[in-house]
């Protein structure tokens, strides 16, 4: 059509200009960094009465360094208009108006603007959160020139900030352009905590926050830590606590020995610096002293108490030296932050988007279509609720997963059940020792944590998961048995319990109806009671049942109840944290909670059924974070929708059927294992998807495994098919980025030439290889490490 861009995606207006006035609504909602670059246009005919259409698109990377960079993007849209449409259309031609180019400003929190009237002036003004107007001076030109740079590096392969229609220009594409990025870099540096840091830490400082976490991805990713040095040198000389950042950049150049005299010297001057205390501790993890790594974590929480990025760093160092329970103690200490959702634009629906697709992509043949098919998923699989954590609470998630795959899942209930105070115990604590009900024993011995009865060990899950598979499969008349099997490990046939959120997981309990037939019979037949006594205690029982909303049950009853959760686990969810609510609630019961365990400890100790001596008491326990209790259950969930398909592939390839899921189901997996940290579990199932649909998340994973593993060719084919992706999505830049990153780092082991040339063997087609030829290109021009042979 004649009015839409050739190859640029764009989005219309209902009303011409309703974007910029969005824009402007929303400027104090922006946090940190700002949302990408708008670029706004007007479009016209040049007919009298014609209408004008106003469009718009986003985009990163081009230079904002002053009016005239910014107009000359603009004026470079007019190319993409179809000036010669066919003879016999009844479009007319369309032409570029007038356009706007906007650019926030994250130091100053100003929204920099740009008019351009074809042919005619360029305006240039500074638009503040009021929305009013000010000339923009040579100051906030470098600010908003360093805000943009920073915004088109840090979220180049962000997938929280993922957008339609949002173009992506390298922003560094000439040594010329690095120099000028480093130059306002070091005129900005100690502005840069203005600009708000990761959703790990919740004071941004000089060290931490987004410009020197742009600085540290830019040359990082490329292995170029020489400039990064440079720069922090100087920055070092007037502020000590930069002494982190040379370090870190030392350590990535290999000088190791000049990093150590840094460290040496700088923790004299500054011992109260954390990030340099979790550089020193990192080092001596990488040289196997994980010990020593722990007193300097120890000491990084003194002086950093309340921010996660320490209490993170102490768990890491405690699963290293093998303390499984101070790890899980320090892990719920963590301070924990609400994660802020990425700046945004909010704009109105739009009449119509266009996004085109560039001829030779769509030649290619390396992006297959996806069909509805492809797309379905079971929905247990797209309801595990892990995906959808966030900030602190994902990296919370990832430090119990990496304790589980270390332990296992049963040595991690056991100590959960040591560390922190279990339902159970809470209630046998409050309730009086001569009012305590039999079957609310509180021994350690007989009457395990709720958690651990709550959930079943991980080896019976793997045995009911097996059984219940095998059932599904072959279709013999053993369907009790499975389900029964089934129901053990807490799977329903008809529904799923997990949902998109921290769901409330419904966990069926391994209580085995044959002990408490036993312990009954047992309880009938003691002796050394009379009737009264039993009668009483039996009224004493069903009070304390019924101030606890329970019904009674009988004493003495042989036949098992119906399948059904036992009545002090039948809030399984919140085992641990029903003890932290209760407390919360009764904090007045506290003193007559103390008054009990002094006269139980005052009496000496206690015989119960079980001839247990020794009394429980809160002071070696602590609560568990009710958030922590959230992740137990989401963790419990992924283990067990990960052993039932592992039970399920181990038995289909026994009976050599084939096993199917849809490509969908192959990603989710893959993420699954992966969490888990199931590398080769995880690359099986990524390889599947790809062979069932195109999936970038797949493409991207299988990269990193290859490049990991200097697996020339097929690091290059998946990189073939993620260039083509990310072009068809209009991201064009070549560096930085998650395919550029990979490919250095085979360049750097593998060298430039034996990549290039074993990429032209391949005989992709012409277009994407010169595609690809543009970060061999960047090799060549910045000098990266393997591109000289």
């Known amino acids: 059509m004649g009015d839409s861009f050739v190859s640029q995606p764009e989005f219309f207006e209902v009303d011409v200009g309703e974007s910029l006035v969005s824009r402007t609504e929303t400027l104090a909602s922006f946090r940190e960094l700002g949302p990408p670059d708008l670029c706004h246009v007007i479009k016209t005919t040049g007919r009298t009465g014609a209408k004008d259409i106003g469009s718009y698109h986003y985009v990163s990377g081009v230079d904002a360094s002053s009016s005239a960079a910014l107009a ?7 190319y993409e208009l179809d000036q010669n449409p066919a003879w016999f259309s009844s479009k007319t031609a369309y032409k570029l108006k007038s356009g706007a180019y906007c650019c926030f400003n994250a130091f100053s929190r100003v929204d ?59 922003p560094i594409s000439s040594p010329d352009a690095e120099h000028r990025f480093l130059q306002a870099a070091e005129n900005l540096f100690f502005k840069g905590w203005q600009l708000g840091s990761d959703p790990e830490i919740q004071v941004a400082t000089v060290v931490s926050n987004h410009l020197t976490k742009g600085i540290l991805k830019y040359f990082g990713e490329a292995s170029r830590y020489e400039q990064a ?4 040198e100087k920055l070092y000389a007037r502020e000590p606590e930069v002494a982190a950042l040379v370090a870190q950049a030392y350590i990535g150049m290999h000088e190791e020995i000049k990093a150590v005299q840094i460290m040496h010297s700088a923790i004299k001057t500054t011992p109260h610096s954390y990030a340099l205390l979790h550089v020193q501790a990192d080092f001596l993890r990488a040289k196997g002293k994980s010990d020593w790594a722990l007193q300097l974590a120890k000491q990084a929480v003194n002086c950093a108490p309340s921010e996660f990025a320490t209490w993170a760093k102490l768990t890491e160092c405690y699963i290293e030296v093998g303390d499984w329970e101070s790890a899980l103690f320090t892990l719920n200490s963590c301070p924990m932050f609400t994660y802020n959702e990425r700046d945004l634009h909010r704009m109105p629906t739009p009449a119509k988007s266009h996004l085109p697709v560039k001829s030779f992509i769509a030649e290619s043949g390396l992006l297959d279509e996806e069909s509805a098919k492809d797309n379905e998923a079971d929905v247990a699989l797209l309801r595990l609720p892990a995906p959808a954590l966030r900030g602190t609470f994902a990296k919370a998630y990832a430090l ?53 009865k709550a959930i079943p060990p991980r080896d019976e899950e793997d045995e009911a998961t097996a059984k219940a598979a095998s059932a599904a499969a072959t279709g013999d008349s053993s369907t009790d048995s499975a389900a029964k099997d089934m129901a053990k490990l807490g799977l329903e046939s008809t529904n799923n319990n997990s949902t998109q959120d921290i769901p409330t997981i419904k966990i069926s309990t391994d209580s085995d109806h044959e002990r408490e037939r036993a312990e009954l019979s047992q309880y009938a037949a003691e002796g050394g009671e009379t009737n009264g006594v039993k009668s009483a205690q039996h009224d004493e029982a069903a009070e304390s049942a019924a101030t606890n909303g329970e019904a009674a049950a009988p004493l003495v009853e042989v036949t098992p109840p119906p399948l059904e959760k036992p009545s002090a686990v039948s809030h399984s969810r919140t085992d641990s944290l029903t003890a932290a609510n209760a407390i919360a609630a009764d904090a007045a019961d506290a003193g007559a909670i103390a008054a009990s ?8 100790p206690t015989s119960n059924e079980d ?40 038995h289909y390839r026994t009976q050599n059927l084939p096993y199917r899921k849809t490509g969908t189901e192959w990603e989710i997996l893959g993420e699954l294992a992966l969490r888990l940290h199931h590398k080769e579990e995880a690359k099986d199932a990524f390889q599947r998807c790809i062979e069932a649909k195109f999936s970038a ?47 250095l780092k ?27 030829q543009n970060y061999f290109a960047y090799a060549q021009t910045f000098k990266v490490e393997g591109a000289s042979w």
């Open 697 to 743: 998340k797949a493409y991207l994973r299988l990269l990193e495994f290859y490049a990991e593993a200097r697996d020339v060719q097929r690091s290059l084919w998946m990189s073939l098919r993620l260039t083509a992706y990310h072009h068809r999505w209009y991201m064009e830049g070549s560096f930085p980025g998650a395919v550029a990153a990979n490919l």
């Open 611 to 650: 001839g247990d001596s020794s009394a429980f008491s809160f002071t070696n326990k602590r609560l568990c974070e009710r958030w922590l209790d959230n992740l137990f259950m989401v963790l419990y969930e992924d283990l067990r929708v990960y052993t039932i398909w592992r039970a399920e592939l181990a």
């Open 229 to 232: 040095v440079n720069l922090f």
């Open 746 to 772: 085979l360049i750097a082991s593998e060298g430039l030439q034996k990549v290039s040339y074993t990429l032209v063997s391949m005989n992709p087609p012409q277009p994407i290889l010169k595609l690809m």
């Open 72 to 78: 000359a993007y603009i004026n470079s849209l007019t």
């Open 400 to 452: 119990l997963s990496t304790l589980v795959s270390k332990i296992g899942w049963d040595e991690l209930l056991r100590c959960r059940s040591a560390v922190f105070v279990m339902e159970e115990e809470y209630r046998a604590q409050r309730t009086p020792a001569t009012e305590t009900p039999p079957n609310l024993g509180a021994t350690e011995e007989n009457d395990d944590a709720a958690s651990t």
């Open 597 to 604: 365990q002094h006269q139980t400890d005052s009496q000496g």
């Open 112 to 170: 920099v603007r740009v008019e351009v009237r074809i042919p005619g002036s360029v305006d240039a003004y500074v638009l503040d959160l009021r929305g009013e107007r000010h000339e923009p001076t040579p100051e906030i030109w470098q600010e908003v020139y360093l805000s943009a740079l920073l915004r088109s590096i840090l979220y180049s392969d962000d997938v929280n900030y993922r957008l339609a229609g949002y173009r992506k220009l390298d």
